[in-house]
């Protein structure tokens, strides 16, 4: 059984470790931004040489990859528009689906409309973006 004099020093041990578990993350934190500013360096300058990947001499692959995203309906009334776009076209069972899903509708549809020369507009949904991100893979 513990004392309350063990409990002080508990407490004091609890509070040390606190202080350093929040310098250990502040330098994580510190560290993942640096990786953020390298990475970015890469993938300028793979863009800039017309290459997708790249092997370097240590060993590391590093490869672009362009991820296409549509995001959920951002309001009620986006969230309004979209379902009864859904309903018109007889998409209603995709009224709860997640973003993956959703990104595959949207790119099928979009290679629909332009096969046709037209180009295609969901209604409540945002235009999709593409992100570019960099894949960094041991060989």
């Given amino acids: 059984m513990e004392t309350i004099e063990s409990l002080n020093k508990i407490g004091e041990d609890i509070k ?5 578990v929040k310098q250990l993350e502040n330098q994580v934190d510190q560290k ?9 360096q890469v993938i300028e300058t793979l863009q800039k040489n017309n290459l997708n ?20 309906p951002n309001s009620e009334e986006n969230e309004e528009a979209f379902k009864k776009w859904l309903l018109e076209n007889n998409l209603d069972n995709l009224r709860k689906v997640n973003s993956q899903t959703l990104t595959k509708l949207y790119r099928d549809l979009q290679e629909e409309a332009a096969e ?8 409540g949904l ?3 973006t593409t992100q570019t991100t960099l894949s960094i893979r041991k060989a």
């Fill in 53 to 72: 990947s790249f092997k370097a001499a240590c060993g590391v692959n590093m490869i672009i990859s362009n991820k296409f995203y549509v995001a959920q």
């Fill in 126 to 128: 945002e235009l999709p």
């Fill in 32 to 40: 993942k931004a640096l990786l953020d500013e390298l990475k970015l």
């Fill in 16 to 20: 040390n470790l606190q202080e350093e």
């Fill in 116 to 123: 046709r020369g037209e180009l295609m507009v969901i209604p």
